[in-house]
């Protein structure tokens, strides 16, 4: 508060002198690159909020005092400082930049600042560069485009969500950005897929056409956000929309339409020797002849085969192996006749079939063969146009693709309009104003869950499925009046997954702002405004009577859920800018924010129904289970910041906020934090004029950001779970409550160096940064005996801190040749836990099968990966059993491996040569392992390549020699029939090298008992776009007559996989997770696989 | 200067503004979804059903108890019955436990103080002696007397001995048959999903518990279990007891999901066929012509026959599931069937083994119990009519021979596998062999003797449980129950 008065005096003080003799200044500015004129300019006086903007035909027109200075800028254009001198015409040609060093960028509340004047690192990425390639979701468009962001797209599932994180992990639970469009926060709402099931419905900031987007600025570090307090801990995207008054000479249409389509490119790597069945390797058979004392020609393989491995009766047990859903049955492809479920059959006198036998035939691709081509279908329209005192933009777009999951698809209609005006000389207002639409028939399925296709096609598979019968078929019934399907007991058919078991959403949303600013003195402008973020969301979720596997029980399933979601922002803010004497100029603003939002979602299930596939509630056994939740959070803050500039080389920045939350109890709902920066343009500041030094800055700043908590967390009550038997039932709450509960903070500092070179046509930029989060909000987990599975307080400590990089090279330049530009971006950081709350160990992010965990342990990185593995020697040899040949695991849980990457970047090159461009853009990640359940359950169900690589079927294996070689296996030292263990537990090895052998289905089955196999590397590199552009000639244009320009690109997204890890040997796409929190991280099970885009875009301006 | 004025307003205005405006945040952040004060019977029909869920389903039951006593054997996926256990499993069910445990400390301390219903106490101690049993029949010493604490403070409770607690239940369930009273003011009503309300049937499932745990001890501290025993049996109307099989406590299921029968929603629900019958119970069912035999199982589809697997096999040898009978209809088909958590039988067989050893049953021999608990075993699957040919059969007619009870209260427990197992590891009887796919094959001569601790109290607790873990060998090894006597297993 005391700070805040401080400021408020030093507003005061500069109120000295208010009026001036001024005269009237006009003036056209153009480009120097073609003579053109500019619109949209803007001229202020230095020190002053007096200005304009120029109009369509780039003449502008003001009143400044003869000795002011004038200061033109444009995005993409060097700022240029022109002093009037008393003239009252003054033209003014401004350089494009080939880079952005010193033009205008967009900082917090939507203010646009000269990027000299900052003390930290904004990195801004225009709208083209996320338009031309575009991608459903928006996020997904910023990949390797942003040093230090890290993007990671849960799955190839048409609308999944994708993560961003910015400078690595704040926060155990959540270290997701805020979103900001036109200075008013906005939802990114998501309910993502877990790792046990669900649907993924993506992540709310996908509402938002990359079309509309005039630039996107990334908010780093603590200081560039420390003004949106509370979730600006993990950095903002700040998205600045298009409006009329930058770009219209006239009124103008602009007409995008592209046309891609998707095909999945990254598959698992499956076997195609052996098929469905047990038991069924040669291996095995030659064993049991042995066992019997029988010969080949007593007991030829095709009749253990049948016997004993496979044969189809009803895909529940009937037959021979037929309920399995693992492929360790018979080898493929040697002539073996077994009857399948699509052989043909007759009926016996029960009526009951008998089929016939049909050639056992491996189908190589018929995982693959299930997917479709996928395609989007992108147009966008928009009109603009500029009179006098106003100016308005309409843009209307549709985007409608089809899945490459067969029967999903995902539209999403947009209509945006701003407009703004003038009203008086000092009064403007400005409105902006989206409505969308976003609604999808049905979203695959995700995670281990029968829904989820990959579940069964991409793990429990026989490799033997013809997969166009089960197309040709999936709608018709077998013999037995049940679904026709390859496998009666775990799964549906695929085709029956995606044409029956639906999950549908529809959501409306609109959002927009609304501000006025009014002009109260030369130097002071008061600016309102008003935004608000509403949808209202509806999701069926419905499963058709006779699904398998999903708890299906009679007529079918349904749920319908309703939600919507309210966020109200009202900011009022001063904001001064005032030049004091020749040296000094201060600005900033004061103001103050109002924040209310408002949460509800009702759901009702019908768990049975009386009349199949009627997903009504009067048509639900039993009664319907409902459920409700509604929430409310409120805060109020003021904040401040201010500015001084010396000389135009030296800049202070400095800004505080304090916030009041209702989720805090009563007396931790005030929270102030500060933040402080510097920054000095040495070249300027110590005249280093020169041809190859053009341009030099160092820069540091150091911030604070608090955080409240969600709503209703500060008292204990009791939840409630469905009524049993007609009875309410209630339990006690599992959360210990908070004793005296505070907010969070989060402590940040960086260093940057900008220099450039050759007229800035070699640029970098290196930011130094350090973030230190503490006290943070955790719910952490105690013993249960204590009657609690976790408690509420403040602990923990995350430290990040690292480097990133920014990389600008104009390679090659003529403006009648080639052009060669390129850009790099890099980040490395280490994510540390300092340490937790007290002595515990470790707080569980997240957790899969058997004893696999993710979790934060102090003094160790964020993200440990936590698993039983093998038991090994001193020497690393795996130790195995010497009673039967097989592993001896660890008794407890070690450390298999670290979630986080050691570094990522991308390496962007554009070409141009007279009418045509080209771009590509290739994205990397060096480390960050992840838990891959396609993996391991490749391995357990005998689907995956590596399961008969080496002839292990046909001879057996011994551990140490056929697999594992790299570690080599020792047997375990035995004494009296026990295996001996040291004072820690762990198994003491022999020395004797294994050489039992066992039947591979026993190895691979064994993965279920460790996670240590299925640990991979998710290392990558990626070629993640490519756009190759030509403009037709003028000339030719012009004779159509009312065309402009005419565009057409080439578009392509995710195109190749360049580069994996060798423990990759599933093939997985090492870009996995789930949703868009931590607790999404590291693991992977049935990703959808993800898809590689193709295609055109055609610009038409008019 | 008027204008300047107006912007000093403005500001001060941004800045009171804000501050004046928490005075509605208390109300803003209370709850509307959830309460803070509920009757206590519908708590404790939550810890009833979630109890019951989680200790008698496919995980707390079928996978383990039931598949280590030899009455189910897995034929697909056959990890846990091979003794790869799911941590997540195990953590889940401790969190339970001790969850459930929670609730019903508190309602005791709530219906403890002035105005509170002596029945909801009752049922509450009668219902936490049952589930402290269970769990530390599991994992032998576990935390006890500082267990449900968290709201004093207490995060990492202490462990207290099996000895210890054995004693503790004993006069829980003493004091509790004190306090339930069948005067009309403390009704507790219709909301009751185990007796509808019925005290008096509490009341004999109280004291059966406590005949329970005293057998259960007999062995290891003979003079206490008698003194139980004894004092229950000799005054039946103050400790009625369960004799009969409509006193039997069985919690029956809805037809519904997500409350059917656990064993039926393993089937139809989760879509599971991963158990068979095992052969060690369908062999003794044959070998004495058991009518319980096509109640307990189906058989085979393939020709008829019934056939059990080895418990926890080698999956090679596992062979043509359709040569495997299943578990049968009633126990496995029926989504509105019932959880057996006390038999009548079961009563009769500690009885049996009381006067067995000599001990005052109030006048009640060793061969009337043992008959009347195989009576009332058949008569729980309406095969009273086959009783006579079955019990006159050689080895099925009483002997005097101890191991002719547990033979028989080892069958009467079928669907009870936490039972049958515990009953298991204290009479050796049936003799069980390790399982020959167990991954510490050739380590041990025996199913396990108990449960593996959960790797979350190691994580969260872990001062406590390190001294604990002295001695166990391959999670469930190593360290016998305190009650279990055997020798010469390992």
Redesign the interface.
């Known amino acids: 508060?005391k700070r805040?008065l401080i400021l408020?005096g030093l507003?005061?003080f500069m109120?000295a002198s208010?009026y001036a003799q001024t005269i009237r200044v006009t003036g056209t500015v153009t480009s120097q690159t073609d003579g053109a004129t500019m619109p949209g300019v803007s001229v202020v006086v230095r020190g002053t909020t007096i200005g304009a903007v120029t109009d369509l035909n780039g003449r502008y027109e003001l009143q400044a005092a003869p000795n002011a200075t004038l200061v033109f800028s444009f995005i993409g254009y060097t700022t240029r400082e022109v002093r009037v001198d008393g003239r009252e015409v003054i033209n003014v040609a401004l350089l494009e930049e080939v880079f952005e060093i010193e033009g205008v960028v967009v900082t917090a509340l939507g203010i646009s600042r000269e990027r000299r004047a900052l003390s930290y690192s904004v990195q801004s990425v225009s709208g083209d560069d996320i338009s031309e390639v575009k991608d459903m979701n928006l996020v997904n468009t910023l990949a390797g485009k942003v040093a230090g962001v890290q993007i990671t797209n849960s799955s190839g599932a048409i609308g999944s969500s994708s993560r961003i994180i910015i400078r690595g992990n704040n926060s155990f639970l959540s270290s997701n950005p805020l979103y900001v469009v036109d200075g008013t926060p906005v939802s990114d709402f998501s309910s993502p897929v877990s790792q046990w099931g669900g649907t993924d419905y993506g992540n709310a900031i996908m509402d938002i056409d990359p079309a509309n987007i005039e630039s996107i600025s990334v908010l780093k570090g603590g200081m560039a956000a420390a003004l949106y307090g509370q979730n600006a801990a993990n950095g903002v995207i700040l998205i600045t929309t298009k409006d009329a008054s930058k770009k219209a000479t006239r009124l103008g249409v602009n007409i995008s339409s592209a046309v891609t389509f998707e095909d999945p490119y990254i598959f698992p790597a499956f076997q195609n020797e052996y098929g469905q069945g047990?038991?069924g390797s040669e291996f095995?058979y030659r064993?049991y002849l042995a066992t019997n004392n029988l010969t080949e020609a007593q007991y030829p393989y095709q009749q253990y085969a049948i016997?004993?491995s496979f044969r189809y009766?009803n895909g529940?047990?009937?037959?021979?192996?037929d309920?399995?859903d693992e492929s360790w049955g018979p080898r493929l492809d040697i002539g073996l006749m077994l009857p399948q479920f699509n052989s043909p059959y007759t009926l016996d006198a029960n009526g009951l079939p008998v089929w016939q036998a049909t050639p056992w035939v491996s189908n190589p691709n018929n995982t693959r063969s299930f997917f479709e081509t996928g395609q989007t279908f992108d147009n966008s329209f928009e009109v603009f146009g500029a009179a006098d005192k106003t100016s308005a933009r309409l843009a209307v777009s549709s985007m409608n693709g089809k899945g490459t999951i067969p029967n999903t698809d995902l539209s999403r209609y947009s209509v945006m309009f701003t407009g703004d005006m003038q009203i008086t000389d000092r009064l403007s207002a400005k409105a902006s104003i989206t409505y969308v639409k976003n609604f999808s028939d049905n979203l695959p399925g995700g995670g281990y869950d029968?829904n989820n296709v990959m579940q069964a096609i991409g793990g429990w598979f026989g490799r033997q499925v013809d997969m166009q019968a089960l197309k040709e078929n999936w709608n018709t019934k077998d013999p037995f009046g049940r679904w026709y399907n390859w496998n009666q007991?775990?799964f549906s058919n695929p085709y029956f997954v995606v044409h029956k078991m639906l999950n549908s959403r529809d959501r409306n949303r609109s959002f927009g702002n609304f501000a006025v600013n009014y002009r109260?003195?030369d130097w002071?402008t008061?600016t309102g405004r008003i935004g608000n973020d509403f949808f209202s969301e509806n999701r069926k979720e419905t499963l058709a009577d006779g699904s398998?596997?999903v708890?299906v029980?009679q007529g079918g399933w349904f749920n319908i859920n309703d939600r919507s979601n309210n966020e109200f922002n009202a900011d009022?803010?001063?904001n001064f800018d005032r030049t004091l004497g020749a040296d000094f100029r201060i600005d900033g603003l004061?103001?103050?924010?109002?924040y209310n939002r408002q949460y509800r979602i009702q759901s009702i299930t019908g768990?049975?129904l009386t009349v199949p596939n009627l997903f009504t509630i009067g048509n639900v056994?039993?009664s319907p289970i409902a459920g409700?939740?509604?929430?409310?959070?409120?805060s109020?803050?003021?904040f401040g910041s201010m500015n001084i500039s010396f000389r135009n080389f030296l800049f202070l920045n400095a800004t505080g906020r304090n916030d009041?939350s209702?989720?805090l109890p009563?007396g931790s709902?005030?929270y102030f934090y500060p933040s402080v920066g510097l920054g000095l343009i040495f070249t300027d500041a110590f005249n280093i004029e020169s041809d190859v030094l053009s341009y030099g800055k160092l820069r540091g700043s150091w911030a604070q950001i608090g955080k409240a908590t969600d709503?209703?967390a500060?008292?204990?009550?009791?939840?409630?779970?469905?009524p049993?038997?007609g009875?309410?039932?209630?339990?006690?709450?599992?959360q210990?409550p908070p004793v005296d509960l505070r907010n969070e903070t989060t402590t940040s500092f960086e260093f940057g160096l900008e220099m450039a070179f050759l007229m800035n046509r070699f640029n970098f930029d290196i930011t130094y940064f350090n973030n230190l989060s503490r006290d943070q909000i955790l719910n952490v987990?105690?013993?249960?005996?204590?009657?609690?599975?976790s408690?509420l307080i403040n602990a923990g400590e995350i430290q990040n801190q690292g480097v990133e990089l920014l990389l600008n090279a104009g390679i090659l330049r003529n403006r009648n040749g080639l052009n060669w530009d390129m850009t790099v971006n890099w980040s490395k950081s280490t994510n540390m836990v300092n340490e937790l709350y007290g002595?515990?160990?470790?707080y569980q992010l997240s957790?899969s099968?058997?004893?696999l965990t993710i979790q934060a342990r102090p003094g160790k990185p964020f993200g440990t990966i936590m698993g039983i593995g093998y038991a090994r020697d001193e020497q690393g040899r795996v130790i195995v059993?010497?009673?039967?040949g097989?592993?001896?695991?660890t008794?407890?849980?070690i450390e298999l491996g670290n979630v986080m990457p050691d570094w990522f970047g991308g390496l962007r090159n554009s070409f141009s040569y007279k009418s045509f461009s080209a771009s590509f853009l290739i994205d990397a990640r060096m480390g960050g392992d992840f838990f891959s359940v396609t993996h391991w359950f490749g391995a357990y169900a005998g689907v995956a390549a590596f399961t008969t690589e080496g002839g292990v079927r046909e001879n057996g294996l011994v551990i140490g020699r056929d697999v594992l070689s790299e570690s080599g296996a020792v047997t375990a030292l035995v004494i009296d029939?026990?295996?001996q263990?040291d004072n820690d537990g762990n198994i003491i090895g022999s020395g004797n090298v294994n050489d039992i052998v066992i039947?591979a289905?026993?190895f691979f089955?064994?993965f279920?008992?460790n996670q240590e196999a299925s640990i991979i590397d998710g290392s990558f590199v990626k070629l993640r776009e490519i756009a190759i552009g030509y403009e037709l000639p003028r000339n030719i244009v012009n004779q159509l007559g009312f065309v402009r320009k005419i565009q057409i690109s080439l578009i392509g997204r995710n195109l190749a996989l360049l580069y994996k890890h060798k423990s990759n040997n599933i093939n997985i796409d090492p870009e996995t997770g789930f949703g868009v929190t931590n607790a999404g991280m590291g693991l992977e099970q049935y990703q959808l696989p993800s898809s590689r885009s193709i295609g055109f875009r055609i610009n038409l301006s008019f | 200067m008027k204008?300047?004025k107006?912007?000093?307003i403005?500001?001060l205005g941004?800045?009171i503004?804000?501050?004046s405006?928490?005075k509605?945040?208390?109300e803003?952040?209370?709850?509307?979804?959830?309460?803070?004060?509920?009757p206590s019977i519908?708590?404790i029909?939550?810890?009833i059903?979630?109890h019951t869920q989680a200790y008698y389903n496919a995980w707390g039951d079928m996978n383990e108890p039931s598949s280590w006593a030899n009455h189910l054997g897995k034929i697909?996926y056959i990890?846990e019955a091979a003794y790869?256990f799911?941590?997540?499993t195990v953590n889940g069910l401790?969190?339970n436990?001790?969850?459930n445990?929670?609730?019903l400390?508190?309602i005791i301390e709530k219906e403890s103080r002035t105005g509170g219903n002596p029945n909801i106490k009752a049922i509450a101690m009668t219902l936490r002696a049952y589930i402290f049993h269970m769990a530390t029949d599991r994992w032998k010493d576990?935390?006890y007397s500082?267990?449900?604490?968290?709201?004093q403070g207490?995060?990492?409770?202490a462990y207290d001995t099996q000895e210890s607690i054995y004693l503790d239940l004993l006069a829980q369930l003493k004091a509790a048959n004190e306090l339930y009273t069948t005067a009309a003011t403390y009704a507790i009503g219709s909301?009751d999903?185990l007796f509808g309300g019925n005290i008096i049937k509490w009341k004999r499932f109280n004291n059966s518990l406590r005949l329970r745990v005293a057998i259960r001890m007999s062995n290891v501290a003979p003079a206490i279990a008698k003194t139980n025993i004894e004092e229950i049996l000799t005054n039946p109307a103050t400790y009625p007891i369960i004799t009969a099989n409509a006193d039997n406590v069985y919690l029956w299921?809805?037809?519904?999901?997500?409350?059917?029968e656990p064993w039926n929603s393993d089937r139809?629900?989760?879509?599971r066929?991963d158990h068979g019958m095992c052969v060690t119970l369908i062999d003794i069912l044959k070998d004495h012509d058991d009518p319980r035999l096509p109640v307990y199982a189906k058989p085979a589809?393939a020709d008829g026959e019934y056939r059990g697997v080895v418990s926890g096999d080698?999956?090679?040898n596992v062979?043509?599931?359709?040569r495997i009978s299943r578990i049968g209809a009633i126990f496995r088909d029926v989504?509105d069937g019932f959880t057996p958590i006390l038999r009548a039988a079961e009563v009769h067989f500690i009885i049996a083994e009381a006067a067995f050893k000599n001990w005052n049953t109030g006048g009640i021999t060793a061969q009337q119990a043992y008959e009347a608990g195989v009576a009332a075993s058949l008569a729980e699957y309406g095969l009273s009519a086959s009783y006579t040919a079955y019990i006159a059969q050689p080895d099925i007619a009483w002997n005097n021979q101890l191991n002719q009870i547990y033979h028989q209260k080892w069958i009467s427990l079928f669907k009870n596998g936490n039972e049958a197992w515990a009953e298991n590891r204290r009479t050796d009887y049936p003799l069980l062999e390790h399982a020959p796919y167990s991954?510490?094959?050739?380590?041990h001569n025996r199913p396990p003797f108990r449960y593996p601790y959960p790797?979350?109290?190691?994580?969260?607790?872990?001062d406590n449980i390190e001294p604990k873990l002295v001695g166990i060998?391959?999670?469930m090894w190593g360290q016998k129950m305190w009650w279990d006597t055997r020798t010469g297993v390992?």
Request: proline share 7%.
């Open positions: 508060m805040i408020t507003l005061l109120g208010l047990f038991n095995l064993r016997e004993r009766y529940l047990g009937g037959g021979v192996q309920g399995r029968a007991t775990y109260l003195a002071v008061l398998i596997g708890g029980t009022l803010f001063l004061l103001g103050a924010n109002y768990n049975a056994i039993g409700m939740y509604n929430a409310q959070v409120v109020n803050s003021v009041w209702s989720t009563a709902w005030s709503p209703y500060t008292i204990a009550t009791y939840g409630s779970n469905q049993f038997k009875v309410t039932q209630f339990f006690t709450s599992r210990l987990n105690i013993s249960p005996a204590s009657g609690y599975s408690m002595d515990l160990q470790s957790s099968w058997g004893a059993n010497p009673a039967n097989r592993r001896l695991l008794p407890v849980p029939g026990i295996i263990r039947p289905q026993v089955g064994d279920w008992g | 204008k300047f107006q912007i000093l403005l500001i941004l800045i503004l804000p501050v405006c928490t509605d945040f208390e803003i952040n209370t709850d509307p979804n959830n309460p803070t004060d509920v519908n708590v029909v939550n810890v059903r979630l697909q990890d790869r799911r941590e997540g401790w969190a436990t001790y969850l445990l929670n609730d400390g508190l576990i935390p500082e267990a449900g604490r968290g709201h207490i995060t990492t409770p909301s999903v299921w809805q037809a519904t999901a997500p409350y059917k139809t629900d989760a879509g066929d589809a080698l999956p090679e062979g043509a599931l359709n989504p991954p510490y094959f050739g380590q790797v979350t109290e190691i994580n969260l607790n872990k060998v391959d999670h390992n």
